[in-house]
């Protein structure tokens, strides 16, 4: 009865080594429909123009022209602002010219023609960057949970912990002080350079060059640390992921019996997958924020190239007053192009710290 007993035991665990065992992730591909339909949305919903499908052929030719088709339509106001500041320069320098003993007077009422000229257009550039920076902050908050996801799926715990809070931390603080201090800070630039303009005698231009350094160094400065801290971070908790995850795998494959290597194979199959899914979520998104944020910042800099040009052809004219009034308003635009970029290069380096961390 007892050799009847062991050989029973031992064919039932010998059977196992010559049975035809499959292990494999069963419905991957709903969880990858899942993610990629979410992504379609989100993509849809801000109006990038491209899906999670046409990333694999999306190129920079592609991307630039989903960008300049969406700054073209923007680039008559400029245009029309570059056309009535020369006007209003050139009519300076008439009225200059024929004046006697009203210089003052003169380029007081030119000064208020500029401004008359280029104030409603500047509000409407302002409002615009406002509008592009709560447009961004709207898309990274549902998005960075989407990518934060797929790295738990690819088993980087630790980072996606990390990833997910700093980004939505860092995108909700920016965009809280800009809807509290940006506005304000560029009308400040614009209001002391129209009173620098129309009351010589008292220079402002000083206290805008540093309004200007102020913000701009402070703005680049934190976000170096930013993107310092959380590189080192997700480094760190990457290294660890990396480590618990091929602890799992050793411990499924040494202690699992006879399918435990193939259990432990198919976790790194699945694994991969996760990872691809990851590079796919993580390139539409660099590339979303490249089409929301690009055509506002390439318009900045056209309006910065019209005050450049108003500013050089004031000074040809002489009409010092006009020139000041134009380099006041530039450095309100380099406040809001500082913004714009350094909120742009966060967004992009921790994403692809995310993805370059994916399970260590």
Known sequence: MKKIFIIVISLILIFPCFAPFSVYASELSDYTMEITEELDGILSEFGTGFEAADMDDLSLEALGSIIWSELSSRLSSPMKMLSSVFLVIVFSAVMKSASDNSDKMYSTICVIASVMVILPQLADVYSGILRTIQNTGGFILVFVPVLSAVSVACGGFSTAGVCHMMLLGASEVIVKLSESYLLPVLGITASMGAAGSVFPSTSLESIVNLLKKTVTWGISITMTLFTGFVTLKCSITGRADGAAAKTAKMLVSGFVPIVGGAVSDAYSTVKGSFEVIGGT???????????????????LLVYRFVMWAGSAAADVFAAQEISKLLKSIDSGFAIAQCVLVCYSVIFILCTAILMKTFGG
């Open 281 to 299: 979520v993580g390139a539409a998104g660099i590339a979303a924020i490249a089409v929301l944020l690009l055509p506002t910042l390439l318009e």
